[in-house]
């Protein structure tokens, strides 16, 4: 198969996996991650994320359409797509009785290193996610992310050019997160492409040059994180009053910041937009007013507030019955 793009890391045309049982669980999917990028692949529980992953990955077989992944295809140079990507999955089991060196040393084995050359990369991949000082500790005495920055250097001991991470921080608390986004954006500094899947919009606004939203197998939404935060419409900022009393005050002395709508007594939501750059301008506002503020904070759009805006529901509200 063509490569349709010149310089194309990822080139996905009307991919479907239909599952035994007949759920299309990825239903037409079309994208094109350019070398050097980072796509976020976002969609609620179910959206067919790890299936399209899977697919490109070569560990399932698509049931429709092609793709292609460094240039090879999925399908029919299998082998030479798994030598060019790194993966790491949602469910990666990691042996439990192993050390985090012993794991990586094995790894790189397996990759065709000689034992010299697997035990020098494993230190340099140790050093690298930060695990040196756990290096020689059984795995099952790591935490969650420090597994996560383990599945990640076993992902990178063949220096592949494309990396599939299939929901890296999911149940990481925010330092962990913050940690591994600093790694992903060093690798892809050094050029790698990332292919990542998130629930988190956040975590596809921090990282992600573009995004594709996927709903029930197929992508409702593509852009960068800008365009589809302006999907949402104009940032709002909430405002909590210390006294209630005040808010009808309140709401009058706002009004020339944006349009205000209620939220509860006292909580006002202010729609500008400025976003953040308004806030000292309407805590002046308040100030002259004499009325007392106990909050005012950026209400950050989730992915159900894209979600809503692109597909008229709610991501929750997705308990469809496919019989
Ligand atoms: N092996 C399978 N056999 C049958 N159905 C499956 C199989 N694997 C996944 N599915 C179904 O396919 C759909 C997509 O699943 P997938 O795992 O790709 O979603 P996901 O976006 O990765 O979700 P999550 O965020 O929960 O990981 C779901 O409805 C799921 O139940
Ligand atoms: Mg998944």
Do not use: C
């Not at 070398?35 to 697919?55: D, H, Q, W």
């Not at 040393?105 to 050093?127: C, I």
């Not at 956040?202 to 302006?230: F, M, N, S, Y």
């Not at 894209?306 to 019955?321: I, K, P, Q, S, Y």
């Amino acid at each position: 198969m063509e490569n349709a793009g010149t310089d194309a890391a990822i080139v996905v045309e009307k991919l479907e996996r239909t599952y035994p049982g007949g759920l299309k669980a990825v239903d037409g999917v079309d994208l094109i991650v350019a070398s050097g990028e980072i796509y976020g692949f976002l969609g609620p529980n179910g959206a067919g994320k790890s299936t399209t992953v899977r697919i490109l990955t070569t560990l399932l077989r698509p049931t429709g359409g092609h793709a292609t992944v460094a240039g090879y295809d999925v399908v029919s140079e299998a082998s030479q797509v798994r030598r060019s990507i790194g993966v790491a999955l949602q469910e990666a089991a990691l042996d439990p009785l192993m050390t985090g060196r012993e794991l990586l040393q094995l790894q790189g084995a397996l990759h065709g290193l000689r034992r010299p050359e697997s035990k020098t990369r494993a230190s340099e991949l140790l050093e690298r996610v930060d695990l040196v000082a756990a290096s020689d500790r059984l795995l099952n005495t790591y935490s969650g992310g420090m597994r996560r920055r383990l599945d990640l250097a076993m992902a990178l001991v063949h220096r592949p050019s494309v990396l599939f991470l299939d929901e890296p921080t999911t149940g990481l608390d925010p330092v962990s997160r913050a940690s591994l986004w600093r790694e992903l954006e060093s690798l892809n500094d050094e050029g790698t492409t990332i292919f990542l899947t998130t629930q988190y919009l956040e975590e596809a606004e921090q990282l992600a040059d573009r995004v594709g939203i996927i709903d029930h197998g197929r992508i409702v939404a593509e852009g960068t994180p800008q365009e589809l935060g302006r999907l949402v419409g104009e940032p709002g900022l909430y405002v909590k009053l210390i006294d209630e009393t005040q808010t009808d005050r309140a709401r009058e002395a706002l009004a020339e910041h944006g349009a205000v709508s209620d939220r509860e007594a006292g909580g006002l939501t202010i729609r500008t937009a400025l976003g953040a750059r308004a806030i000292a301008p309407i805590v002046r506002s308040l100030d002259e007013a004499q009325i007392e503020v106990d909050a005012v904070e950026v209400e950050e759009p989730t992915l159900d507030d894209v979600f809503l805006a692109v597909t008229g529901h709610r991501a929750e509200d997705d308990a469809v019955d496919e019989g």
